[in-house]
């Protein structure tokens, strides 16, 4: 694919894109190969950020179901990049007490840069040699003898949330929120990941559909809105992947009702945008313990899932906000299905959450 002059950027090493943050309506699909690559800022915000998120399971049909997260933040105007890894098979609300739990904050972006091919001093060499389709993912621990290797395959093409054409909600879109401006370029997409584990001496074989995403826009370090984020995997044939708003106003252990904001369904090879949805999460310390949502797609078909919480697990992708993370085993369309749930809360409203604990407590 050939780029015109005033889309392309000149900066050392691969092209990249400029001022890609916002869906063309009737024009050809807006994410496109190049965006798999670094883009070049579109303010001079230096908290301007990009990511990668690849979010699978192993073991899933065993009684020890693991969920494993592998994350890189980079904020290239500040030259650093800051990256996770997670192994987590139990219930954990101390993220040193999961299976393995590693982060650095502060990794020197690798000069010349480039998201297709790079590799940081934690261990993580990332390969995409097929732009938007095709990840190798290598990452080593010696010292806590870790080897994890996978292949990440597409199911669908990229699912941009800020296209009218693919996702009947871009147009309501906030941009007042914080994950607004960090999803001002964002897109998930549904794959197939293949591979193996290596913890301490066990092995565990990787096979199952499961749901990455690229973001790409300002990241505030504090969070000051919610997002749940959240899927369901039945198999290469049906998945289900959504985007809800949430209160926190019935405490930590309190349902809290959900507000759909994006979403698809992935129905045998046929992807369809989330026009509307709803429903309700039940909460221990502000982990989803159990969900039940319904929703419909562009074309009118109501879709309802119900998932219960396998693990939990204190997921920080950045030092302001927590992912309450929990891998649920669901059912879907009356079939069974695997997939996480990510209900991230800034710091400051913990604190006023559970402030609010405490006074109770106190009876204040």
């Known amino acids: ?116 091919d790079y590799t940081l001093a934690n261990g993580l060499h990332v390969v995409c040699s097929e732009p938007n389709k095709v990840w190798d993912v290598d990452y080593s621990d010696a010292a806590a003898d870790l080897e994890l290797h996978f292949r990440y395959t597409a199911l669908m093409e990229p699912y941009d949330i800020n296209d009218p054409d693919q996702d009947p909600k871009a147009a309501g879109r906030d941009m007042n929120k914080t994950w607004g401006h960090a999803y001002a370029g964002h897109f998930d997409q549904t794959g197939h990941f293949e591979g193996e584990i290596r913890l301490r001496g066990t092995t565990t074989p990787i096979d ?93 078909r109501t879709w309802d899932a119900t998932g219960d919480a396998l693990t939990t697990f204190p997921w920080q992708s950045q030092p302001g906000v927590v992912g309450h993370n929990s891998l649920l085993r669901w059912t879907l369309d009356g079939r069974t299905a695997y997939g996480e749930c990510m209900d991230f809360v800034g710091m400051g409203e913990l604190g006023r959450v559970y402030d609010r604990v405490h006074a109770a407590a106190a009876g204040v």
Do not use: K
Not at 5 to 19: E, K, S
Not at 237 to 249: E, M, N, P, V
């Open 208 to 300: 199952c559909v499961s749901t990455m995403d690229h973001s790409w826009g300002v990241r505030a370090e504090r969070q000051t809105s919610r997002l749940s984020w959240m899927h369901a995997h039945v198999g290469p044939d049906l998945a289900l992947h959504a985007l809800f708003d949430f209160t926190t106003d019935n405490g930590p252990d309190g349902p809290s009702p959900l507000t759909m904001t994006h979403g698809y369904v992935l129905d045998n090879g046929v992807v369809r945008g989330l026009a509307s949805g709803s429903g309700e999460t039940t909460r221990s310390g502000l982990y989803p313990e159990h969900i039940e949502i319904t929703v419909a797609d562009a074309e009118g």
């Open 1 to 116: 694919m050939s780029l015109s002059p005033d889309v392309l950027a000149a900066a050392p090493g691969p092209t990249r894109l400029v001022g890609h943050d916002a869906a063309v309506p009737g024009g050809s699909p807006v994410i496109r190969p190049e965006d798999a690559q670094f883009h070049a800022p579109t303010s001079d915000d230096p908290l301007w950020a990009e990511t990668n998120y690849f979010g699978l399971y192993a073991g899933q049909d065993t009684d020890r179901p693991m969920n494993i997260g592998v994350y890189g933040l980079f904020r290239e105007p500040l030259g650093v990049v800051g990256s996770t890894v997670s192994v987590n098979s139990r219930r954990v609300t101390m993220p040193w007490a999961a299976d393995y739990w590693d982060a650095w904050e502060h990794l020197v972006v690798p000069q010349p840069s480039n998201l297709l």
